[in-house]
């Protein structure tokens, strides 16, 4: 069984930039959330992803975007990038509807450093 | 809004006594509570759920208790040890996704030898 994998692991934007991160979710399964972390804070949910449609979405603007492809992998991106962006950003799959399908499943993340 | 509070940022203790972390929480009742631990600079890895029917859950050496009256869980990890360091995440279920989590903003614990 294959975990969470995110890429890239670490990336460097200036402000005004575009990003896009991406995650293979765990094998089967189909929902994929994705959060940031900023430093000494906990994760703050962006949205989630299921079958490929918009699940729900937390308290961040339109220029966080995301996608959810037929195999369940995920990108992020965010447009016009801001200083306060820079966070670590964390992908988690789970399979909801099955026993221990309300586990999210974290993959290790992608550093963001804006300058 | 669904807040969360985990009231120490830091817990230092020593080998072999049992660390105990607290959550509270507002303005929510959810369905269940996790507890996820997580290392320095990496993600987040499951522990925990308790559903909100249930009054404690174990697993080894951990052990969770939730209390919906309180609004509280307490996650206790007994025979602590060294390898036991790291911050401890509490995270409910939100209402914003069908299973998006809100998290505190996490304990640090660290266990001398």
């Known amino acids: 069984e294959t975990g969470v994998t995110q890429s890239p692991t670490h990336l460097i934007k200036t402000r005004g930039q575009q990003v896009t991160l991406r995650c293979s979710s765990q094998s089967g399964h189909n929902t994929v959330s994705w959060y940031q972390q900023a430093l000494g804070q906990g994760p703050q949910f962006i949205f989630q992803?299921?079958?490929?449609?918009?699940?729900g979405r937390g308290n961040f603007p339109p220029r966080f975007s995301g996608l959810q492809f037929p195999n369940y992998s995920s990108e992020l991106n965010v447009n016009a990038l801001e200083l306060d962006d820079s966070a670590l950003y964390l992908c988690?799959?789970?399979?909801?509807?099955?026993?221990?399908?309300?586990?999210?499943?974290f993959g290790p993340g992608t550093r963001l450093t804006v300058l | 809004s669904q807040k969360i509070e985990q009231n120490s940022e830091a817990l230092n203790i020593q080998e072999g006594k049992t660390a105990t972390l607290t959550c509270n929480y507002t303005n929510y009742s959810p369905a269940y509570l996790q507890w996820y631990r997580q290392d320095p600079g990496r993600g987040p890895v499951f522990l925990l759920l308790?559903?909100?029917?249930?009054k404690e859950k174990r697993k080894e050496r951990l052990k969770v208790t939730f209390d919906t009256t309180l609004k509280q869980s307490l996650f206790h990890i007994t025979a602590s040890q060294p390898a036991d360091s790291a911050t401890y995440l509490c995270a409910l279920l939100s209402n914003q996704a069908g299973t998006a989590l809100i998290f505190g903003k996490g304990t640090t614990l660290s266990v001398s030898s």
């Open positions: 992803y299921y079958r490929e449609e918009e699940n």
């Open positions: 988690a799959s789970s399979l909801p509807g099955t026993s221990g399908g309300d586990t999210q499943y």
């Open positions: 308790i559903r909100e029917n249930e």
